[in-house]
């Protein structure tokens, strides 16, 4: 009877101990992801896979740019990058966002149906 009850004791140490870690490890996930908006130019379909690949290649786990809004929701890890990161990539591939424009002539290097009313 007395090992039987040291088993059952090691037992619920073993399955609390499982539990707390857990939950450490679901709340460390939650506090480590960020989801933003903001807005990037664009003009078409091929702008759209262009866009939400240059921020999946800058550290985005997610990326949903809308062509009619032209908002890109992005989901990262701030720890790992940030949207100054996602901005400078974007412009480096010929969009402009609110914070940074594309260099002219990367602009001028896209497809014909990709150019978009660029701000002066």
């Known amino acids: 009877m007395k090992t039987f009850k040291i088993f059952l004791a090691a037992l619920f140490a073993v399955v609390l101990s499982a539990t707390t870690s857990a939950q450490t490890n679901g709340q460390t996930k939650t506090t480590s992801v960020k989801t933003e908006t903001f807005k990037v130019w664009g003009a078409c379909g091929m702008c759209k896979t262009r866009i939400e690949n240059a921020v999946k290649t800058e550290g985005a786990t997610t990326a949903d740019w809308d062509l009619k809004t032209k908002m890109l929701t992005v989901t990262f890890n701030p720890k790992k990058t940030s949207i100054d ?14 914070k940074y424009k594309a260099p002219d002539d990367v602009y001028a290097k896209l497809p014909g149906c990709c150019h978009y009313e660029r701000s002066k």
């Open 85 to 98: 990161a996602f901005g400078k990539k974007l412009a480096s591939v010929g969009h402009d966002t609110e």
